[in-house]
């Protein structure tokens, strides 16, 4: 399957910032990385947005998705708070109900399965475990979008759990077990 791999922020757009320094840009991408390699050797054919620490604006990471055409289109990202208390894994698709929502109930099933420590926060109100959102990239991709904020990298457990290769690699596991379940080899 060909899909789009976004890793969120990166260059002059560090996104969020842990208590200890950690960068939402380099989890990201660490992630997004893991998740390249393990794809193309299971015979995928993932395309990354981003593929070092540079800024890429949503619009051009959109506009980018649409020319290449992918199946689906994954969003990375850590969650952040002014908090540090909240914690727990949330995916976003765009508004509506459409495809986007059974390839988020797809990688929260795996999520849920890999990690059954993890909160999942999750909107009910519509039957779904998506909230709703209007998020620029789920907006303006022409396939199946969803952005998971896998965890609060706020919150000084889960940004040391982010600094851990083995979760990262983990969460790369995961999303690949979703897209699979959700559109095959
Ligand atoms: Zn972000």
Redesign the pocket.
């Known amino acids: 399957m060909k899909f789009i791999i976004d890793c969120?922020?990166g260059g002059t757009d560090p996104?969020?910032i842990g208590p200890t320094g950690l960068k939402?840009?380099d989890v990201?991408l660490a992630i997004g990385k893991v998740l390249e390699s393990i794809s193309k050797m299971v015979g995928h054919t993932p395309v990354m947005t981003r593929t070092s620490d540079e800024y890429v604006s949503l619009k051009d990471r959109a506009k980018f998705a649409n020319t290449q055409g992918g199946k689906c289109f994954v969003s990375i990202?850590?969650?952040?708070f002014t908090s540090p208390v909240p914690a727990g894994f949330e995916i976003w698709t765009s508004r509506g109900q459409n495809t986007s929502d059974t390839l988020a109930s797809s990688i929260t099933h795996q999520w849920s399965k890999a990690f059954p420590d993890h909160l999942i926060r999750a909107d009910w109100s519509d039957g779904d475990v998506d909230k709703e959102s209007g998020f620029y990239v789920l907006k303006h991709t022409a396939m199946p979008a969803v952005l998971l904020?896998t965890a609060f990298i706020s919150n000084p457990k889960w940004e040391t759990w982010l600094r851990e290769k083995g979760n990262l690699k983990k969460i790369a596991e995961v999303i690949l077990d979703g897209l699979e379940a959700w559109g095959g080899k």
């Open positions: 969120g922020h996104g969020a939402e840009a990201t990202h850590c969650n952040s904020e």
